[in-house]
């Protein structure tokens, strides 16, 4: 089945810096690459998605980037605040339901 | 009700004992599904429904077992909880449609002791 690796699993940033958080995924079938956040004590939320017939997708001050080839795919945040803070989850899949997340990635932006 | 909700929030469970946890949703959707949440390892998929009256395995489903009688229902059901199972556990739907956001319940906390 799928595996999803997430890096890094905290990341500490300046208010105001950009964040990045990578992931690679072992299936070359799965087309579809949701990120998730959640806050704290919260349920995931669905913050932007890719499918793999596009290679980038941008939201106001977040980005998603993906590279089939290289079976990887990247969450860009850009001028980071306080409330970005919460941890972000990658998730890949093919099926509706297979979908395999990432370990998540513990974001704090410092204000 | 409003999205997809669950219960109990938390929950205390003696180990051996059998525990139910409750999800409904009304969205009409026809994919659901259960995960664990454990610090490090992410969210791993128990179970899952693709339509009412059929479910499946998922990644972690030993120890646990789901029904799907009619759409807005899914209920994850541990026979006798052990003290591994302590996790949080989200319930989660999806239109089930192709490849779609899959909305999240608030998540139970359950500890076995």
């Known amino acids: 089945g799928e595996n999803v690796e997430q890096h890094p699993s905290t990341l500490s940033v300046q208010e105001g810096d950009s964040a990045v958080i990578k992931c690679t995924y072992s299936d070359s079938a799965s087309n579809y690459f949701p990120w998730y956040k959640q806050e704290l004590g919260k349920r995931p939320q669905l913050i932007i998605d890719?499918?793999?017939?596009?290679g980038e997708k941008k939201d106001q001050r977040i980005a998603v980037t993906l590279n089939k080839t290289a079976k990887h795919f990247s969450l860009h945040i850009t001028e980071t605040q306080p409330e970005d803070s919460a941890v972000y989850f990658c998730a890949a899949s093919w099926k509706v339901n297979d979908m395999r997340f990432g370990a998540g990635t513990r974001l704090t932006v410092k204000p | 009700i409003a999205g997809i909700t669950q219960a109990p929030t938390s929950q205390i469970l003696a180990a051996g004992r059998r525990m139910t946890l409750r999800c409904t949703q009304d969205?009409?959707?026809?994919?659901m599904y259960w995960y664990r949440q454990d610090l490090g390892l992410g969210l791993r998929l128990i179970h899952y429904s693709n339509t009412a009256g059929t479910t499946g395995k998922g990644e972690v489903p030993d120890g646990y077992s789901v029904s799907r009688a009619n759409t807005d229902d899914f209920p994850l059901t541990l026979a006798s909880a052990v003290p591994s199972q302590t996790s949080v556990y989200f319930c989660?739907?999806?239109?089930?449609?192709?490849?779609?956001?899959?909305?999240f319940g608030q998540g139970t906390r359950l500890t076995v002791v």
């Open positions: 989660a739907s999806s239109p089930g449609t192709g490849l779609t956001e899959a909305f």
């Open positions: 969205m009409r959707h026809n994919a």
């Open positions: 890719i499918r793999s017939n596009v």
